[in-house]
T-cell receptor, first 114, second 116 residues
Framework: AQKITQTQPGMFVQEKEAVTLDCTYDTSDQSYGLFWYKQPSSGEMIFLIYQGSYDEQNATEGRYSLNFQKARKSANLVISASQLGDSAMYFCAMREGRGRKLTFGGGTRVLVKP | DGGITQSPKYLFRKEGQNVTLSCEQNLNHDAMYWYRQDPGQGLRLIYY???????QKGDIAEGYSVSREKKESFPLTVTSAQKNPTAFYLCASSIMVGVSGANVLTFGAGSRLTVL
């Protein structure tokens, strides 16, 4: 079974609008971490935001926020006020238990239209 | 500036040849990783290392080998046993942050390997 599922292969969003990227995960661990990364066309991976399983508040970093719904095992990324530079692939990832490795989802491609 | 350096950026290989991808970090991170990315897909873990002289297989280790003789360096060898080596390879490093253990990975710019 897939540990990280991103069901939206691609989406368009109008500049200055908000967009929500879906991510669901599967784990039996009580302690885990959820991450979002951005990959522009250059190929580098840029860390955006982190949510720990025991964190009660949803994480926020500037225009990025993580909508964490633990019971539904979802960790959706919300990008507010989209900019042309937000056009990229976005990956959700999970760390299980106290391990160090991250498992990545298949990604969602976002294209921001002017 | 601290960061991760991967080389070469582009590499072409003939079938049957081994190639080694370099990864160097000056972030003083203890853990290092190698991921493979195929076009339009997510990242898959090849190998990772948490300390010098120790490493663990990831999900797709067959046909690859690594070494970790120094904290700063984690080279990846793509051997002739890897049946489909054409891909984008990303190296990363990390350090555990905070009580909750936010193991944030910092990535290099990647190496694109093409087998001719």
């Amino acid at each position: 079974a897939q540990k990280i599922t991103q069901t939206q292969p691609g989406m368009f969003v109008q500049e200055k609008e908000a967009v929500t990227l879906d991510c669901t995960y599967d784990t039996s661990d009580q302690s885990y971490g959820l991450f979002w990364y951005k990959q522009p066309s250059s190929g580098e991976m840029i860390f955006l935001i982190y949510q720990g399983s025991y964190d009660e508040q949803n994480a926020t970093e500037g225009r990025y926020s993580l909508n964490f719904q633990k019971a539904r095992k979802s960790a959706n990324l919300v990008i507010s006020a989209s900019q042309l530079g937000d056009s990229a692939m976005y990956f959700c990832a999970m760390r299980e238990g106290r391990g160090r490795k991250l498992t990545f989802g298949g990604g969602t491609r976002v294209l921001v239209k002017p | 500036d601290g960061g991760i350096t991967q080389s070469p950026k582009y590499l072409f290989r003939k079938e049957g040849q081994n190639v080694t991808l370099s990864c160097e970090q000056n972030l003083n991170h203890d853990a290092m990783y190698w991921y493979r990315q195929d076009p339009g897909q997510g990242l898959r873990l090849i190998y990772y290392s948490q300390i010098v002289n120790d490493f663990q297989k990831g999900d797709i280790a067959e046909g690859y080998s690594v070494s970790r003789e120094k904290k700063e360096s984690f080279p990846l060898t793509v051997t002739s046993a890897q049946k489909n080596p054409t891909a984008f390879y990303l190296c990363a490093s990390s350090i555990m942050v905070g009580v909750s253990g936010a193991n944030v990975l910092t990535f290099g710019a990647g190496s694109r390997l093409t087998v001719l």
